[in-house]
């Protein structure tokens, strides 16, 4: 066990990188030339705009002035001063409430940490177990654990009530921080403006009609079904397809435009390329020429997928968007059942358009649940016997397999300085490339369970990434062994010798946490300012494929907070800090830290980087409160496990009491909050409508709403045409439109027409 | 272990007594002195009339027909004649669809029980593993039985096989036949006529107000959010002591009755009572002078608690029944949420006016979260723990207990044969009370929990029965000692281990679950039959209450379907079917009689006896189909278990397949057929809605709902007075009733009035 010098030296060498990591970001975040990697935000809301345009050129590239590298530390300042409204208004909903995670964090362990310092620090202090115990090695540490109370002794007492305590002010907290956060919501979709998802409800699964295009099949339903409120659709064509040649042709566009700025730069040298994949195989050709074709090609091949798209009744989806005269019709639409077979006509909230995943709107109900099944046993594998192909592949990964594969590297891999570092290498790599996949994996397990929204995506993969840390993370490192070998020791035990057998493990395993979090959070979120990736991706972009201004602009990569996988991480450090509140006190200020430092480093990201890919009003909330209850009951599990090899045992009613009601307060709590999370209700919707036509008496909803919901490779098409504005608003046939029978048919001018 | 002979001569006792109870039952239904016990049905349909009007006097009350005692089974085939269309419309979707419970029963194991026999029983016979073992004594039930099969024998594929046959076969049968109940279902609302339920919504948890009063609050926060659908509503008064004060008044005057009668019998000699409890203690008084004063205070005081609960504000309870103008209008409200406060104005259903629990509509949402809580927590002591207090009772109540307690029965029970009786049957007794008493106190803990209508209350008690019956009855017979100790032996046991204990133990219980079949299934239906007890209270009724034909239509108690006891008690025969159709495949037969058996007796029961309090339109079956699942899992687990034990480990792999599919079908079938049972589609509203203005265009539905929802203490003044209709409907006034406020004063004839 490492002791506490052990644990300084650590503590220092992260420190110390971590501020390395600080500097070089205080650096060179100054630099002129670096301005669109650091401050992205600014340049896209179009506040900044580029530094090249005056001043000295040496300037433009480099910024010289000393005054402003002795102010290094001004953005964190700068970074918390934004008030929380403005950052609302500045980044949205969902970025503020993601940092409010992280002070979530501090509230809850701040006042623990203070406690337990106060109280349970000297009662485990004064314990004086280890201190007789003269065969096993103990350090510092220990003594401030509980493991050195002795068995059976009345200062477990300490340890019940402060587990009591830490619960109900967790609870507490939590409650708060549910409401606030709730509250925000509904102040945040009450005060937003128009906006189409508001008065748009997606419908999925139309059932076939033999006589009825899906066009005409919905029209036909929703005026029957909701006369007075139904204003028009939009049916969804499959353009899957269609999209990948849109991507295909923008990825050609970029190397035609990299290999003409090679050859305008070196007139001299024609360049070239291959023709096979990625240019590595193949036969040489100019490449110029060959993009140029291949362009063109493209452009041919996507002109007539995009007819074929248009004309065949194939291609039509059976899913609409379907737009009310008012928030009240689609709030009524969203939240009530529309057909006697549920599985027919299900309706729920639009997405935000930007937030639609186009692909998964077409799959039946059967479908849906047979997907469901599959990636739950698929989740289960994966988390539990993740490490028998990878073992495999370690097994077959070693020198000799190489040499076999690919004969050409022989000589390099013999010589044997490299043969030592690949084979010292090589086992780690296979688990390595797993853990970086591992993401992308869950993400494309959620697609295949068919959420229609990217927001839910990332929420599904969120909870897939959770398990897996949760279980191979904390358990795995708890109860040494692979997360299989651990799965079926415990089917093998008895449901109250499993809390022990961790429980027990808990103490001695504080050291190795302590680390854990310095090395995956501390320097983690050092890197994570840093935004090393991007800096290079840019200045790269920068010098091949930048021409105009709209380039640069384009090349721009602000990323944005990857929920699914960043607040997994954080409900680890909830997990930790919670398990160790009472077994050892110490741990807490690594984690207070930890979340002091995200804090101000994810306020600066979100003010001055990060460009979120959708807003859900942070509907994320409910998830994270569950994670935290999850954690809570955990904890408390495994001190009652601990509690009772401690010969405490008349503790163990005292402490079955906590998660019983612990889950409780879940329950309340999402009896509560959570609807206001799931459901919008028609109070609010109805303030909203009746405001709106008395600021806006002539609106004209039908053409605000008019392409609100195209397939984003439909709008290219449209930019360069003039906005097609339905003129039939104000005709006499609108009154009659209940029964009035149109063809769907395609417009002319590209975009899918919208039925009235 | 019983014998084939020992199983037989049970058979025919159990068979014997069944028929002893059928005859008896065709003797006594044939007397028209039972008429009203055997056929109330037809008298509170108003089809029969009573039969004592003409003919001799002996005639009236003895059928002296020989004939027709000689077809005194023609009950059976008269109760299967009427086809189902015609039994739904005689007696309700609820009783229909319950006894197609039995013949869901007959369904799924006929077949089973053919296969069964056809391959398991000659797969078992051959096994001949009993034969070598001369040690055991085994029968030839056993013979029949999965431990004929030698351990780790290629035979149990066929167990094996088995099992994937039955489990498809059961999950088949029960997605069919739960798509014939939602059809049912959804045809019964569709076609049943105009309901006030249709109408109208239950909204619980009206938020106060300071300047309004409870019903001008609903008045206008309906009026702003649903201002096209709107129509009225029905504040609700706190009744729940006149109530009990009319029901005292009710049980007073039969007993003025009663002793009016006796004196009329017998003028010679004047009744007397004593005032004390139960007529038992207390000064002897005049019994019809003390009656008639009685009655005349408590006449009083009803007036004036009648006369509070109308003028005080605070009778008022936060709920109200809100009526739309149209179905589609209060789908939509029951629906949907109406504020962003998630726990006020809680929208539901408004069960049917004679469903509604009043006494429950005024908790408010943080009461209710905790009542949940503490039933759960009471619900779990009792199942797990009820043998700890009874034991108690059987250690206090001893001889020398009731001697000290009540010392005047000392020489009665010092009686040798008294004594040795006495001690024979007081340490049952404690048992036997908490058993009959067991339904009562469930009811009441539903009742502690909150809901609003008997059907939810009976639905939800039927659910604590359940478990009840399945650890106590079913887990309690296999692994024999106190729920509480198997609670511990399985907290520390694995989790593998516990399915292992009890799959082993299946096979010798078998015997055991044959004599339980035939003493509660045969029997029990036979005494069901009978219907003794109603029996006995009708002729005491008659005897002593009965003067006018009202008073004989009042002393009939045709009783009804007791869902809450008697379907958890089925499905305990469904657990049994499915646990040995694999294992002793001899027992499904047994099965079979006491379903067909039961079919049959409550066919009839419902057809000329039951009367159903409330009609909720089969919306149990949820629960029921749940039920079986859960009884599958449990028999697959099981299976596990055994076959484990039996050196047929490389089958778990393919058997732990089997609970994950069932688990996965049950999520389906819910998600295809659930909604139908909580929604209405506002597809279906809108089409009867359709239909009822073409057919009815000038329909007053304000005055058809004025009082549909009006507490039933105030229907019983109401029914001697001219029903009070709203005049105002035709009035200028009700086009601005949006805007106008009216005092919401109580009407002078003593209806609480409706709000305009």
Known sequence: MASVSDISVSAAINLLSALAFLLAFAFLRLQPINDRVYFPKWYLKGIRASPRSSGPFMKKFVNLDIRMYLKFWTWMPAALRMPQPELIDHAGLDSAVYIRIYLLGLKIFVPIAILGFAVLVPVNWTGKTLEHIHNLTFSNIDKLSISNVPSGSERLWAHLLMAYTFSFWTC???????????????????????????????????????????????????????????????????????????EKKKSYQNWHTYYQTKYERNPKKKPTTKTGFWGLWGKTVDAIDYYTAEIEKLSEEEATERERVMSDPKAIIPAAFVSFKSRWGAAVCAQTQQSSNPTIWLTEWAPEPRDVHWANLAIP?????????????????????????????????????????????????????????????????????????????????????GFTSLSSLDRRSAAKYHLFLLVNVFFGSIITGAAFEQLQSFLKQ????????????????????????MVDGWAGIAAEILRLVPLVMFHLKNTFLVKTEQDREDAMDPGSINFSTSEPRIQLYFLLGLVYSVVTPILLPFIIIFFAFAYVVFRHQIINVYDQKYESGAKFWPDVHRRIIVALVISQLLLMGLLSTKKAANSTPLLIVLPVLTIWFHLFCKGRFESAFVKFPLQDAMVKDTLERATEPNLNLKAYLHDAYIHPVFKCVQLDKPKAVDDEENNPLVATKRNSRRDSKTGSDGIPETSV
């Open 365 to 449: 109900y059967v479908g849906l649940t047979i997907r469901r099944l599959l990636v739950a046993v698929v989740l289960f594998f994966l988390t539990f016997f993740f490490m028998i192909p990878i073992a495999f592949v370690q097994s077959m990964a070693n020198i000799e397999g190489i040499e076999k594969v690919l004969p050409f590297l022989k000589p390099l891999i013999e010589a044997k300085t490299v043969k030592s570092v690949i084979q010292g290498f090589l086992p780690g790599i296979a688990l390595k490339i797993f853990l970086i996949l591992l993401p992308t994996i869950l993400v494309t397990m959620s697609k295949i369970e």
């Open 494 to 517: 008895a449901p109250t010798e499993i809390p022990k057998t961790a429980g027990v493990a808990i103490p001695m395993k504080a050291t190795f946490f302590i680390t854990y979090i």
């Open 172 to 246: 507490y907290i939590l409650y708060k921080e549910f409401k606030i956060v709730s509250t925000l919501r509904l102040h945040f979709l009450a005060s937003e403006g128009r906006r189409p998802d508001q008065f748009t409800v997606l419908v999925r699964n139309v059932p076939p009609d033999p006589d009825e295009s899906v066009s005409e099949h919905v029209e036909h339903f929703f005026c029957v079904n909701h006369p007075d409120h139904y204003l028009s659709h939009q049916v969804v064509y499959n353009a899957n397809k269609l999209a990948k040649l849109v």
